[in-house]
């Protein structure tokens, strides 16, 4: 049976973050869907089904802690892992993050490393 690849869905409103991980995440054999803020993502998120998401902290209209809510809300989608990307380092962030039922943190800039690792152990399907 072919395993299909691995869903990443990438919400951040800024086009270089967006950019940089779907090279990243393209070049390791991950299908990589992207979307500029929380209401695109909402609607790509019910078409793809994405494995793992990551979603920046600020964003206009609907923020990540928003999205992130919206996302474990939906019975569907409860279990999806949701990986907050911030440029702030912060506990209040990392701390709101959680509330909102984020799996985990990512602070920005990321590497390439530390995005696929994050990938990975979220995945399901880390390298063993």
Do not use: W
């Given at each position: 049976m072919e395993q299909t690849a691995t869903k990443v869905?990438?919400?951040?409103?800024?086009n270089t973050i967006?950019?940089?991980a779907e090279i990243f995440l393209g070049q390791a054999g991950y299908e990589v869907i992207l979307a500029?803020?929380?209401?695109d993502a909402?609607?790509?998120i019910s078409d793809?089904?994405?494995d793992v998401v990551f979603v920046d902290i600020m964003m206009p209209r609907l923020d990540?802690?928003?999205t992130c809510a919206l996302i474990k809300r939906n019975p569907r989608l409860s279990s999806t892992p949701v990986i907050m990307l911030s440029s702030k380092d912060g506990l209040?962030?990392?701390a709101r993050g959680r509330m909102a039922g984020s799996d985990e943190?990512?602070?920005k800039p990321f590497t390439k490393d530390s995005l696929l690792k994050m990938v990975a152990s979220h995945s399901g399907r880390a390298a063993r």
């Amino acid at each position: 049976m072919e395993q299909t690849a691995t869903k990443v869905l990438v919400i951040d409103d800024s086009n270089t973050i967006r950019r940089s991980a779907e090279i990243f995440l393209g070049q390791a054999g991950y299908e990589v869907i992207l979307a500029e803020d929380g209401f695109d993502a909402l609607s790509k998120i019910s078409d793809h089904a994405p494995d793992v998401v990551f979603v920046d902290i600020m964003m206009p209209r609907l923020d990540g802690y928003q999205t992130c809510a919206l996302i474990k809300r939906n019975p569907r989608l409860s279990s999806t892992p949701v990986i907050m990307l911030s440029s702030k380092d912060g506990l209040f962030d990392r701390a709101r993050g959680r509330m909102a039922g984020s799996d985990e943190y990512l602070t920005k800039p990321f590497t390439k490393d530390s995005l696929l690792k994050m990938v990975a152990s979220h995945s399901g399907r880390a390298a063993r």
